[in-house]
């Protein structure tokens, strides 16, 4: 029983040496591998904190500490500066409209990923905006969009908004932006869209003969709002392993990787 006992103690010390050792992993994050043992935020995705845990691991081999999922790009970013996460998980153009605008941040590039739109399946839509981001890429109008809206000198100016022309008559599609992803789509400060995706879908509303209603969603209720017909498509910027057999996704409109947000080294 004796014997027994000072076992059962060893593997007591043993179990909270190991967890203390995922908790203290306080090594510098260098490359997205470095995640190992250490809390990672997200924002706006429409599952679980387990579930992406889970997803992460997966796709890293690693074993996070843990893993928090909060609504907005900015509530993500505060999290590393205060310590609350070690790194926040988005793609290149916002992290560094978030770095250009805080000195303590930086970023890791990670895997490339897309921007393309959503829509239900059966929609219609696809094709018809498919064939307007064809033309808008042979065009350079993309290109030039891209020089609008996201180069560095861009990133650095005050939130701008993006001028949609009406088509009198013309069917209106509701197109869902959450205000919150800059560069990509954000409010400025009297309230008006603005940002690529915006300026975006309004070239291809000219190619399509449609007129643009913006909808404001949270991110993380994409989905539903898409399903319940609040919207007709919204932007997305991820994974396409989120989307179902419900959902149809447009051709990639603009490449790009995704990227940790990291806390810089003190020097």
């Known amino acids: ?17 190991l ?25 706006g995705f429409a599952i679980s904190e387990t579930e992406f845990a889970d997803m992460m691991n997966s796709a890293l081999n690693i ?9 907005t790009p900015a509530e993500m970013a505060l999290l590393v500066q205060n310590g609350q996460a070690d790194a926040g998980v988005t793609h290149v153009y916002n992290a560094k409209y978030i770095c250009s605008r805080n000195d303590d941040l930086d970023y890791i590039v990670g895997g490339p990923m897309a921007a393309s739109m ?16 064809a033309t808008l890429k042979e065009n350079g109008v993309i290109d030039n969009l891209k020089e609008t809206w996201l180069s560095d000198e861009a990133m650095k100016s005050d939130p701008q908004p993006a001028t949609i022309e009406t088509i009198p008559g013309a069917e209106t599609i509701k197109v869902g932006i959450s205000g919150v992803l800059a560069p990509m789509d954000y409010a400025t400060a009297d309230g008006k869209p603005g940002g690529f995706n915006v300026a975006l879908i309004g070239e291809i509303s000219k190619l399509i003969g449609k007129n643009i209603e913006f909808v404001n969603i949270d991110p993380e209720s994409r989905f539903l709002a898409l399903s319940s017909g ?32 990291i806390k810089k080294a003190a020097d």
């Open 230 to 261: 609040t919207i007709d498509l919204f932007f997305w910027n991820f994974y396409n392993s989120f989307i179902t057999e419900d959902y149809e996704v447009s051709e990639p409109y603009l490449e790009d990787n995704g990227a940790l947000i």
């Open 1 to 17: 029983m004796k014997k027994l006992s000072i076992v059962l103690s060893m593997l007591l010390v043993l179990s909270l040496l």
């Open 118 to 133: 959503v829509f239900n399946n059966g929609s219609g839509l696809k094709a018809e905006i498919d064939q307007a981001i």
């Open 63 to 71: 074993t996070l500490e843990s893993a928090v999922i909060v609504p």
């Open 19 to 43: 967890s203390a050792c995922g908790k203290n992993n306080t090594d510098p994050i260098t490359k997205w591998e470095d995640l190992d043992g250490k809390t990672l935020a997200g924002f």
